[in-house]
């Protein structure tokens, strides 16, 4: 693996929980770069949350820790 791919791999799939938001609006997690290049809105593209939608992972993790401590891009979890 060349060293850009590693690179692009770590940026693409973060391992640093703090690396990740959900979504309150759609119910999605996306590392937080994603919600940076599209304007501080959702990154998913049937989703018009914005930035006051967008929580940390590990704020969250406070709240359900049988939550994945890295969850995957696209995810969805519904806090109860």
Known sequence: MSRASRKRKRT???SNAGDWALCLHCGR????FEWTRS???CPHPECDGDEGDSVPWPQIR???PDFPEIP?????????
Do not use: D, S
């Not at 997690?29 to 937080?32: A, V």
């Open 12 to 14: 693409e799939n973060p």
């Open 29 to 32: 997690t996306y590392p937080r």
């Open 39 to 41: 304007g501080q809105r």
């Open 62 to 64: 406070e709240a359900y």
């Open 72 to 80: 995957k891009a696209g995810e969805r979890f519904a806090p109860r």
